[in-house]
């Protein structure tokens, strides 16, 4: 009897739990236009848009920008700082929100290829697809 009294009082502890991580995942996701509207130079990254457009840069489905086939050392290092700014900044915005980095990531992710024109490469789990 002790041990489903102390399951059944674990139950909703759990439960609470998960509503809390829900609540925080929804609020999140409705602050989108707030913090997109927020995201500096190096996450927009402008400074990116001729290498995007030769197909030599790529945006990733974590939000950070890769290097493709045929980029010069200056493309590559252009990108390895643009990153470390978005890295500094995603941080920056989870550590605000009290939610995981990635989350973060994801939601940046979607928002650089929802503006993005088409033409530009990206990064899926499954592999490279041209928007």
Known sequence: MLSKIRYSNAQPAALWSRRQGMFA???????LPVL????????AADSLDGPRSAGTVGERY???????????????????SINAKR???????ANEQGVDITAIQV???KAI???????????????????
């Open 25 to 31: 995942l929804v609020a999140l996701i409705l602050a």
């Open 36 to 43: 997109f509207a927020q995201m500096p130079n190096a996450l």
């Open 62 to 80: 974590d939000g950070y920008a890769v290097v493709r086939e045929g980029a010069g050392g200056d493309v590559q290092q252009l990108v390895a």
């Open 113 to 131: 290829y929802d503006k993005a024109p088409g033409g530009w490469w990206f990064l899926t789990e499954s592999g490279w697809v041209q928007k």
């Open 107 to 109: 939601i940046y992710a």
């Open 87 to 93: 890295k500094e900044f995603y941080q920056s915005k």
